[in-house]
């Protein structure tokens, strides 16, 4: 089994930055490409930004290009997105999701096996 803890949301206005983690434990050599997905209230749990295992490869949703980063460091089983310029419809749950096997980009959240708690992030007008 594979733990993910997710930390770094919190109230900010819009505009501004927040930078989300994810920690991986246990079994972390069975995770291969991870993703973050937001889901905001009264919708679905949204595909927001995914990463290949080596780092290489990042994919984004449309509204958070160039405006949103994933990395990770698989030295300290973490991934992080980083949150640029965010807006008021920014605002959900962000769930951190770790995928059992290789993914082509992992945009699904059908593709993922473990999920974290989620972190809130509310961005104000």
């Known amino acids: 089994q594979v733990q993910l803890v997710e930390s770094g949301g919190g109230l900010v206005q819009a505009g501004g930055s927040l930078r989300l983690s994810c920690v991986a434990s246990?079994?972390?050599?069975?995770?291969?490409?991870m993703g973050w997905f937001a889901q905001a209230p009264g919708k679905e749990r949204e595909f927001v930004a995914a990463?290949?295992?080596?780092?290489?490869?990042?994919y984004y949703a449309d509204s958070v290009k160039g405006r949103f980063t994933i990395s990770r460091d698989n030295a300290k089983n973490t991934v992080y997105l980083q949150m640029n310029s965010l807006k008021p419809e920014d605002t959900a749950v962000y769930y951190c999701?770790?995928?059992?096997?290789?993914?082509?980009?992992?945009?699904?959240?059908?593709?993922?096996?473990?999920w974290g708690q989620g972190t809130r992030v509310t961005v104000s007008s």
């Open positions: 999701a770790a995928a059992r096997r290789p993914l082509t980009t992992g945009r699904g959240s059908d593709d993922y096996g473990y």
């Open positions: 246990g079994r972390t050599y069975s995770v291969y490409n």
């Open positions: 990463i290949r295992p080596s780092g290489d490869s990042t």
